[in-house]
């Protein structure tokens, strides 16, 4: 017989806790566009790693301020937000590994004439993956979207004909600046909605 978890629904309840407020989707945007940019300019992998640490307490501050002030606080077992930060720098720092290695065993390392143009597919599927697993552990559909978004716009910067204007390195660059639009955009509208339906809490009062 499947054994199933007691403890399951707590804790996809207090994972939604943490990200139905939608700022944890502002928090990615602009590190996704970091990332993206580092897909230009390699020097940016260590500003990203310093931002992922930044923009973790950053929503940490955010989720204390916004939920936590509506809906109470929930302990969780690990920070969400921190773990879709960290999918989204695997996401470029696995693609451009690959990239290396490609390009250091046909000629000069991150040369263009050998940068394959499916890496937006690499990218893609490691971001729709974490997306999904955000998804099913906290019940919450717009990471499905997230992931499908993912996966398309990986197909789409893959195979759509740009022209020489766009190099193989710029369609993985677009991906990242895509995903981080999608998520800037969602996230204000998931926030304006928290914010307007959810009231803050009243003070408890004090006797005496």
Same mark, same amino acid.
Request: hydrophobic share 55%; proline share 7%.
């Given at each position: 017989?499947?054994?199933?978890? =007691? ?8 994972? +939604? ?25 390699? &020097? ?7 931002? @992922?640490?930044? @923009?973790?307490?950053?929503? +940490? ?18 920070? =969400? ?10 996401a470029g720092v696995l693609t451009l590994g690959i990239v290396a290695l ?17 890496? =937006?597919?690499?990218?893609? &599927?490691?971001? /729709? ?8 552990? /906290?019940? @919450?559909p717009r990471y499905y979207l997230y992931a499908a978004a993912s996966v398309?716009?990986?197909v789409f910067f893959w195979l759509y004909p740009f022209g020489p204007r766009?190099?193989? &390195? ?12 999608? @998520?800037?955009? &969602? ?22």
């Open positions: 017989m499947p054994t199933t978890d =007691p403890l399951r629904p707590l804790r996809q309840r207090a994972l +939604r806790h943490a990200l139905e407020d939608g700022t944890a989707d502002l928090v990615v945007a602009p590190f996704a566009v970091i990332v993206g940019g580092a897909t230009q300019n390699r &020097s940016l992998i260590a500003l990203a790693a310093v931002y @992922l640490a930044i @923009l973790a307490l950053a929503s +940490r501050f955010l989720r204390q301020q916004v939920a936590d002030r509506r809906i109470g606080y929930a302990e969780l077992p690990a920070d =969400p937000p921190r773990a879709l930060l960290l999918t989204t720098m695997a490609i390009t250091f065993f046909n000629g000069p390392i991150w040369n263009l004439e050998h940068w394959p143009d499916w890496t =937006p597919l690499v990218a893609g &599927s490691i971001m /729709a993956a974490g997306f999904l697993v955000t998804a099913y552990r /906290a019940a @919450l398309g716009g990986a766009i190099n193989p &390195s710029d369609r993985l660059t677009l991906l990242f600046f895509a995903l981080a639009g999608l @998520l800037l955009a &969602s996230g204000i509208a998931v926030l304006v909605r928290f914010v307007r339906t959810r009231p803050v809490l009243p003070a408890e009062g004090h006797d005496g």
